[in-house]
T-cell receptor
Framework: AQSVTQLDSHVSVSEGTPVLLRCNYS??????LFWYVQHPNKGLQLLLK??????LVKGINGFEAEFKKSETSFHLTKPSAHMSDAAEYFC?????????????FGAGTRLFVKA | EAGVAQSPRYKIIEKRQSVAFWCNPI?????LYWYQQILGQGPKLLIQ????????DSQLPKDRFSAERLKGVDSTLKIQPAKLEDSAVYLC???????????????FGQGTRLTVV
């Protein structure tokens, strides 16, 4: 069975300060993990993905995430927030499932960036 | 490359009416997904196709929802009859199953915002 939990429904930071969006997962197998971003009235865009290669994954727009198997976590970070980072962020786990594979979205974390 | 195309972008219907959504995935993508995203929630997978076969439809309310992908390319999702709680954004996504990498990311369309009144 697989599940994903985003620990914060809302995160608020000031522009120029670090961003941390937390994600824990549960999977019976080695999963693939993704972070997507959704800007208002826009489609979902892939930020980065982990697929059992390097545990520190760099994505677009300065975001990165570290896969920690011992903590079953895949937290998303960015050293310095920009106003344009304000959006909804989804952590996603994908792994084997009877007959194929299954992809599950977290509930999302809304990031607010203050000027 | 062209992205995932969905239509219509917006739809307003009365409860008990029928509605259909269309999706054209990225060329060459074997896997197609339909997600339902209710306001304030993460997307929930309704159905997943691999070519024209169904891989997972465990969360599809089959008494009112149906989906098909007859030629393994584009797909339609239908709701009949609609209920107020079906108001949501319906997202279509596709992915390319790369044999060298078991799980590849999904590319999403802009979605169809359905309002049932």
């Amino acid at each position: 069975a697989q599940s994903v939990t985003q620990l914060d429904s809302h995160v608020s930071v000031s522009e120029g300060t670090p961003v941390l969006l937390r994600c824990n997962y549960s999977s019976s197998y080695s999963p693939s993990l993704f972070w997507y971003v959704q800007h208002p009235n826009k489609g979902l865009q892939l930020l980065l993905k982990y697929t059992s290669a390097a545990t520190l994954v760099k994505g677009i727009n300065g975001f990165e995430a570290e896969f920690k198997k011992s903590e079953t976590s895949f937290h998303l970070t960015k050293p310095s927030a920009h106003m344009s980072d304000a959006a909804e962020y989804f952590c996603v786990v994908s792994g084997p499932y009877t007959g194929g594979f299954k992809t599950i979205f977290g509930a999302g974390t809304r990031l607010f960036v203050k000027a | 490359e062209a992205g995932v195309a969905q239509s219509p972008r917006y739809k307003i219907i009365e409860k008990r009416q029928s509605v259909a959504f269309w999706c054209n995935p990225i060329s060459g993508h074997a896997t197609l997904y339909w997600y339902q995203q209710i306001l304030g929630q993460g997307p929930k997978l309704l159905i997943q196709f691999q070519n024209n076969g169904v891989v997972d439809d465990s969360q599809l309310p089959k008494d009112r929802f149906s989906a098909e992908r007859l030629k393994g390319v584009d797909s339609t999702l239908k709701i009949q009859p609609a209920k107020l709680e079906d108001s949501a954004v319906y997202l279509c996504a596709s992915s390319f199953r790369d044999r060298g990498s078991p799980y590849t990311e999904a590319f999403f369309g802009q979605g169809t915002r359905l309002t049932v009144v």
